[in-house]
């Protein structure tokens, strides 16, 4: 008979307690490891690296996770569909990095059709702004006529790039968004870009199953190389017409 499976508590007061390790998480719900804790910088880094995140509502405790399986894009995987193909040619919008971080989470946390949608409350923006702040977390921004109409954010550790949420109001401005961090990635020789949780959407756009051991095999190496902190900025070839760029 197994033995059965406790749900860990984390320590409020102490930002640098370990994790317990993520093969003791839950197998229903999948994935939840610890609740408690808080979302200081120094916490948040350490469960990234160790393939834990944070997901919860607003009128809940911190929900720490680690899914089995778990979504990976590799940025070298991205598929490209007919229709999104010719919107990125059309070159109609302008993509940046980091210029308008609390905008794109305040899209993201806005109502949602599907997913996850009402998770990213005003305390997880907070830790996030200051993650970013400190040079860890980055937003993808697409910009049509000066107004925001699609982007995404994540964290970034190593080599490592873990997507967060992205938002979409106009046809396929978040995967507009996805493909041009895909790019990036690719230049800059990220090993990985982490999902998460896999959905029909994200498995269009060629994220894969794996289980939690081969990803965090992947994770391992990848978090340990040096890492790129500070303002995001392409150093690649992107749509940048004037006239789409944030006014």
Known sequence: MDNPIRLHWLD???????FPSPHLAMRDPNGLLAIGGDLSVTR???????????WYNPDEPILWWSPDPR???MPTGMKVSRSLGKALRRGDYAVTLD?????????????????R?????SDMRDAYQELHRRGYSHTVEVWRDGTLI???????????????????????????????????????????LDCQVASEHLRTLGALDISRERFLNLLRPAVA?????????????VPTPREHLPR
């Open 117 to 121: 949608g009402t998770w990213l409350g």
């Open 99 to 115: 210029t308008a971080y609390r905008d794109v989470l305040d899209a993201c946390a806005g109502p949602r059709l599907r997913g």
């Open 71 to 73: 979504a990976l894009l």
């Open 150 to 192: 699609g982007g995404l954010y994540g964290v970034s550790l190593g080599r490592a790039f873990f997507g967060e949420s992205m938002f979409s109001h106009a046809t396929d401005a978040s995967k507009i968004a996805l493909y041009w961090l895909c790019e990036q990635l690719k230049a800059w020789e990220f090993h990985l």
């Open 44 to 54: 948040l880094i350490r469960a990234y690296s160790q393939g834990i995140f944070p």
């Open 12 to 18: 409020p007061r102490d930002p640098n307690q370990n």
């Open 225 to 237: 190389l040096p890492g790129r902190t500070g303002a995001w900025h392409f150093d690649i070839a």
